[in-house]
């Protein structure tokens, strides 16, 4: 084994090294090299979860199984084996399936339930030789924004205990902010990376819809849901996608961050209109950061009505998808329950919403003729004015704070303040609703902290199907504002 490990392009002697801080590409560089080995590695990742268990990040971990797993790997070294991946532990999502471990989709009701098959997204990264260290801990069946489990407890920020992560995808974020794995697997219907990314300061990516697997990992809406991921860096998530997609585009060349020729756009009407002041300061900063290193910005007008539009037509969609999809998954992948005895099992504040715009006989749920209206008038008219953006305006990416304030408290997560004003918890999402609504790739990066110490998001969305061309921005960015985060 080497005395050195190599980070960033950098020799450092290993017995300095923190195995919890080392990066995706750096950990699977490390073992390919021999610098680490996958056992050591994977080791120091299980006794740091179990130090940092209170922070409820994961559901299951089977150390028993991930051991084995990684000496299998080092064995596959030794053997001639140089797959990306190999020997590098991962997390994943509760809602995917996982072969040989159990998926509850953070329900007390499947908690034993261990699939036949991995979702797609999850075969992956295996054949790219990741191992999975557990499964994260979620909101119930990705019903909710905050990270609070009634069955598996409140997933607490790892920057503050008394805050929350977000969610749905509340301890894969948790778990890469605090250093218990380098990356993990999420899930984004309409915000359910972006959120817990900008709330625990690591960086989300949300693929173009359609773009990563989504066949075996639980649903709620067919037309929104989207796989992703998050990592420490934008590099280990060109990596991942890469892995999942075979789309090699996005290639990391060079660590050139000039931004000249770079036109970029934000819409100040719609994404500053209810934003905490130090959140929207410390957006306005990374803009003037970003015009110092060579960037054209644009200012852009999406309409008087655009933020109800999207409100009102992605979360329209959400709620009348829901039953269908969660009930054709079920049957799909012989998971033992039914749509039914989810429903009853639901903790009573998801119990109530889910009874108000979920079944077809709620007093909110919303028509079989509005949510046509949804899709073939309102989607459109949407991707028009977006298209406005990228097209009229020549602009690569648009630019928002990923969430208008920073992590709210625990104890304040149904109706939190934003700007002096009380609404509800799912104003967190009034700027990731954006890009779900049309399907485009957005991506999340950390930029710095509040004066309180919590991690403050800037979104970047691309146009459809341009993921490699916000990848390699978003490393630009990355780069310029130097905000690359480390393990906690």
Known sequence: MNDTIAISGHRVPRDIVDPSTLGLADAAAAIRQGDITSEAYTGALLARARTLAELNAFITIDEAAVSEAARDADKARAA??????????????????????????????????????????????????????????????????????????????????????????????????AGLVPASLGGDTVGSIRVPASFCGVVGFKPTTGRWPRNGVGPISHTLDTTGAFARSVEDCILLDQVVTGDRTAEVSDD??????????????????????E???????????????????????????????????????????????????????????????????????????WGHIVLPDGAGAVSAEAYRTALNVSRPEIQRRLDKAFVAHGAQVILQP????????????????????????????????????????????????????????????????????????ARKIEGVLGTQPTAI
């Open 80 to 177: 001639g084996s140089a797959a990306p991946l190999l020997g590098v532990p991962l997390g994943v999502k509760d809602s995917y399936l996982t072969k040989g471990l159990p998926t509850s989709l953070g329900l007390d009701s499947l908690a034993h339930f261990v699939p036949r098959e991995d979702a797609d997204a999850v075969r992956a990264v295996k054949r790219a030789g990741a191992l999975v260290l557990g499964k994260n801990n979620l909101v119930e069946m990705s019903y909710g924004l905050t990270g609070h489990n009634a069955r598996y407890g409140q997933v607490k920020n790892p920057h503050a205990r008394n805050r929350v992560s977000g969610g749905s995808s509340s301890g894969s974020a948790a778990s890469v902010a």
């Open 402 to 473: 990923t969430t208008p304030c920073t992590a709210p408290l625990i104890e304040e997560q149904a109706t939190v303040r934003i700007s002096g004003q009380d609404v509800s918890y799912l104003a967190l999402a009034n700027h990731t609703v954006s890009a779900s609504s049309v399907g485009l790739p957005g991506i999340s990066l950390p930029v710095g902290l509040s004066r309180a110490g919590l991690p403050i998001g800037l979104e970047l969305d691309g146009s459809l199907g341009s993921d490699s061309t916000l990848l390699v921005l």
């Open 256 to 277: 050139s961050y000039d931004l000249k020729g770079v036109r970029l756009a934000f819409a100040p009407r719609q994404f500053l209109d209810l934003v905490d002041p």
């Open 279 to 353: 959140v929207e300061d410390r957006f306005r900063e990374v803009v003037r950061q970003l015009q110092d290193a060579g960037a054209e910005i644009v200012e852009v007008d999406l309409g008087d009505d655009f933020n109800a539009l999207i409100q009102t037509t992605t979360w329209g969609i959400f709620a009348h998808e829901t039953m269908g999809a969660i009930s054709e998954f079920l049957r799909r992948h012989d998971v033992p329950t039914t749509f039914e005895a989810i429903y009853d099992g639901l903790k009573p504040q998801l119990r109530q919403a």
